[in-house]
């Protein structure tokens, strides 16, 4: 076999996965200093009981052996191990090998091997997913093996995995061929898997049998003794171990000097000792056998490059022992199912039970709230604060909310994404469940980053935040308040069916605030109709205007607005109703809140939102619960109707398709990936700007109509160019420095004539001349005019945390001033191309504005597509302005005028 190419160890391929019974196994690249440790893993496995793929170990294992398993190019050969750590060293546990095939796109698995007190955990499965990852990214599209006949365990290993696989039994062999890409049922098996294993990793944690308080305190102003003390006033439901070298017992507790000296099993340890001193305590919670560990001890990454080494530290330490961490620098969890009743946090609040589950990445934030949710009697089923995470993240606990039968609402307050791609991917499958609301800090100007295009410059850092919240389906709310207001709503009434609201009120002020926050939040005040109406005359025998809003004035009766109320349930034509009143009323508003009891049972039977606002007040307490429902209570008209407006957007989001992503056949992804290669080893630059020819050839690979701009070093060379493509032309200052053309007057457009050509480019010199830029000057552009059409920009932009996005909006020299632009997430579907048209402002004028023509959507949606497609062929692609594109009327397509793409 021909060696590959050496290159650098690939470290960012080292995962920590969660294992079938939610303990942790590290898989990574094998080295060659695993020698040793190799050779002591594979001396240890016998033909017997170890599994493998077809290239046995020999029976007599030799150093060598050892040697050459372990040493691996990265490239055409390649190793992972899987690694834990045992009486306190690290230990190989398992390994997978494969080697590339001479057919490029083809390699074959010679190993996959596994202790046998680690099989049967999917540790086989954790190995293929890291040796089929890698190889995709290698440019492997298809796995080779042989597998002895009996050895159904490692059969089951690939069909279990979800690939199609071909095989053929020959004597007492099965050769399998199978290909690697991402399927649609890949996918799904794997994050079937993966949600399984979060799930089981976190029942220590939610539902421990026993907890130890390391770091207890006699001390009532210390946080060891504020945890203990609200984990015993809450009714936990286990058994508590205090742990304090210096107390025999601490609130009436038996205490004990270690964990090690704790006589019992223990599933969960929570530690509040000194920085300095966590990772010994986690070493012998570790040797104790411990399972989770939540680290409240501050003075990690937060603080300071030492503190960052001892969380890194700590991490390595819980990961060898497969230990799962939340924390350090967190508030802790609660769970409030009664079967468990833990309240391991230092909040003195312990809020109700219910159906919201929430996540703080901020202790201080936790704090206040679980006092809110407290006083406005919402109901919380889990509790979590995240700290520093390093290890446990909100998408861990999303997974395991989305399969939580009693969790109906997620509230989020973030202050920075971890993973945001795996958070995007979790959170879009979770909301077309449930809903997820979100608050997130860190919002203002003063994150955005300096960009080298105009799609750079418009997708800043929140706005890049809230086209992921968009992708996902989460609800973005901009303050605290706003998402209780939101969660009372969520959490105890149905998903509207529409956008239809009916307003009940006593005071004409209140309705009209209503009326207008409604209208201003997209909702619809129908009239009634008049079968609604005469229902309502017959109650209310004065005499009154009865329209939407409806006002009963301040001379009606709670039994006149009980039975409005009766009449609106009824009304198919009405989707939400809001009762407003205004205290003193004709009954009191503890009547008020007996009456909403009473018919709040026919809306809940026709899936029909009812919301109550009682200025001045807020929260009616439990008075509003009954037989496990409630109807939520508002102080302000406003709050209720933006609370309901955010439910109605996720109930339409709810119920729109998705779309799929097209596969075009006329791309040649070959060709232009070679032809990034080809750039990028022509020179050592980086990041790279593409040349104009490069750039006309790439479109032209994925089937996108460019004008063709032509490069020319001298005017002379320019006016033949413009001759030979005919007249009239534009003609472009080239240059890799100067974004802006327009801006130093680099743009000259409908030049008719050789001469003017040779005028236009000495002209575009001068002004370069005058501001002493012309040393930027690489030449210029020709181009074909092209005439009419409503100038439009695509771009992609590579941001550091969600990846690339897509970009369609106003186009031209205005773009960056209009900022009429819409963005989403990568990969493009048909219905986000199709929504990315018709969000901006622009789009009206594709419909034909003012007597002018129908523009081409269809084609720019196709162009959407074909540019995401490229994006998704060639990763090197930072930056990308198409900008301005032509969009010509219905039938005539469109023209990419001008081009930037940025190589890294």
Not at 212 to 226: C, E, F, K, Q
Not at 492 to 509: C, H, S, V, Y
Not at 696 to 716: F, Q, V
Not at 798 to 820: C, N, Q, R, T, V
Request: net charge neutral.
């Amino acid at each position: 076999m021909a060696q590959g190419n050496v290159v650098a160890y690939p470290a960012r391929y080292i995962t920590e996965a969660v294992l079938k019974d939610g303990s942790l196994i590290r898989i990574r690249p094998i080295k060659q200093s695993d020698t040793e440790a190799w050779f002591e893993f594979a001396r240890n496995i016998s033909s017997e009981t170890g599994y493998r793929g077809s290239r046995h170990i020999p029976k007599e294992m030799k150093l060598e052996d050892a040697i050459r398993y372990c040493v691996v190019d990265y490239d055409n050969t390649m190793a992972f191990v899987g690694e834990v750590t045992q009486d306190g060293r690290k230990k190989i546990v398992a390994t997978g090998r494969y080697y590339r095939l001479p057919q490029r796109n083809r390699a074959e698995v010679t190993l996959i091997m596994i202790e046998d007190g680690y099989r049967g955990k999917g540790v086989g499965t954790k190995l293929l997913e890291a040796m089929v990852s890698y190889a995709r990214n290698q440019g492997i599209t298809h796995f080779e093996g042989e597998i002895a006949a009996e050895n159904k365990e490692m059969m089951s290993v690939y069909t279990g995995y979800g690939f199609h696989i071909d095989s053929e039994l020959t004597s007492d062999q099965y050769h399998i061929r199978l290909p690697i890409s991402r399927t649609a049922r890949v996918t799904q098996k794997e994050e079937a898997r993966e949600r399984v294993s979060i799930v089981n990793s976190l029942a220590t944690i939610l539902s421990p049998q026993s907890v130890a308080v390391i770091g207890a305190s006699r001390d009532t102003n210390s946080l060891g003794n504020i945890v203990l003390r609200c984990i015993l006033q809450n009714g936990y439901t286990g058994v508590v171990y205090p742990v304090n070298p210096k107390a025999s017992s601490i609130m009436s507790v038996r205490a004990y000097p270690s964990i090690l000296d704790v006589p019992d099993k223990v599933d969960l340890a929570i530690i509040l000792v000194p920085a300095p001193l966590v990772s010994r305590v986690a070493d012998e919670c570790g040797r104790k056998g411990v399972r989770s560990l939540i680290v409240i001890s501050d003075g990690f990454r937060e603080r300071d490059a030492e503190g960052a080494a001892r969380e890194e530290e700590l991490k390595d330490i819980a990961l060898g022992y497969g230990m799962r961490i939340i924390g350090p620098n967190c508030m802790g969890i609660i769970n409030t199912d009664p079967k468990i009743s833990l309240n391991a946090t230092f909040s003195p609040t312990y809020p109700p039970q219910g159906n919201v589950g929430f996540i703080s990445q901020s202790g201080a934030m936790g704090l206040t709230i679980l006092k809110n949710a407290h006083d406005l009697n919402i109901g919380i089923s889990t509790f979590f604060s995240m700290g520093n995470r390093a290890d446990l993240s909100g998408v861990d606990f999303l997974q395991y909310w989305e399969k939580d039968p009693v969790t109906k609402v997620i509230l989020l307050y973030m202050e920075s994404f971890g993973d945001s791609r795996q958070f995007a991917r979790v959170a879009r499958r979770v909301t077309a469940k449930k809903p997820i609301v979100v608050v997130k800090s860190g919002s203002t100007a003063a994150g955005s980053r300096a960009a080298a295009s105009h799609t750079g410059a418009l997708a800043t850092s929140d706005v890049a935040s809230d086209v992921l919240f968009r992708h996902a389906g989460i609800i973005r709310v901009n303050a605290m308040e706003e998402l209780f207001d939101v969660a009372s709503f969520l959490s105890t009434q149905p998903l509207p069916q529409g956008r239809r609201l009916a307003i009940l009120t006593n005071g004409g002020g209140p309705g009209i605030i209503a009326a207008d926050a409604a209208s201003n939040n997209g909702l619809e005040l129908p009239e009634l109709s008049q079968e609604t109406v005469n229902k309502i005359k017959n109650v209310i025998k004065r005499d009154i205007s009865i329209s939407n809003p409806i006002d009963t004035t301040a001379g009606a009766s709670g039994a006149d607005f009980e039975a409005i109320l009766r009449i609106l349930a009824a009304d198919k034509n009405i989707d939400a109703v809001l009762t407003i009143f205004i205290p003193p009323f004709l009954q009191t508003e503890d009547d008020m809140g007996l009456i909403i009891k009473r018919v709040a049972p026919l809306f809940w039977k026709c899936k029909k939102p009812l919301l109550s606002c009682s200025l001045g007040s807020r929260g009616f307490k439990g008075q509003l619960r009954f037989k496990g429902r409630a109807v939520p209570n508002f102080s302000f008209p406003e709050e209720a109707v933006g609370a309901l407006a955010r439910a109605v957007q996720y109930a339409e989001m709810r119920r729109k398709p998705q779309g799929t992503i097209p596969k075009f056949h006329d791309i040649q992804r070959e060709k232009a990936q070679k032809l990034i290669l080809n750039i990028m080893a022509r020179t050592s630059e980086r990041p790279l700007w593409m040349g104009a020819e490069d750039i006309s050839e790439l479109l032209g690979y994925y089937g996108i109509n460019s004008a063709g701009a032509k490069p020319a070093r001298t005017a002379k060379e320019a006016a033949a160019i413009a001759a030979k493509i005919g007249f009239p032309v534009a003609v472009k200052l080239a240059s890799s420095t100067i974004t802006h053309k327009t801006d130093v007057g680099g743009v000259v457009i409908d030049v008719d004539s050789e001469e003017k050509v040779i005028e236009a480019c000495n002209g575009i010199e001068s002004r370069l001349a005058a501001i002493g830029r012309q040393n930027e000057m690489e030449g210029v552009l020709v181009q074909k005019m092209v005439k009419g059409g409503i100038e439009t920009i695509v771009g992609v932009t590579h941001d550091p945390s969600f990846g690339p996005l897509m970009m369609f909006g106003s186009g031209g020299i205005y773009a960056e001033m209009a900022k009429d632009v819409t963005l989403k997430l990568h990969p493009l579907t048909t219905i986000d191309a199709s929504d990315m048209i018709r969000s901006v402002k622009i789009a009206k004028m594709f419909d034909g504005f003012r007597g002018a023509p129908p523009s081409d959507t269809a084609a720019i949606e196709a162009l959407l597509l074909r540019v995401s497609a490229m994006v998704e062929d060639i990763p090197e692609i930072a930056e990308l302005d198409l900008n301005p594109v032509k969009v010509m009327p219905k039938g005539e397509g469109y023209w990419v005028i001008d081009a930037r793409i940025l190589l890294k």
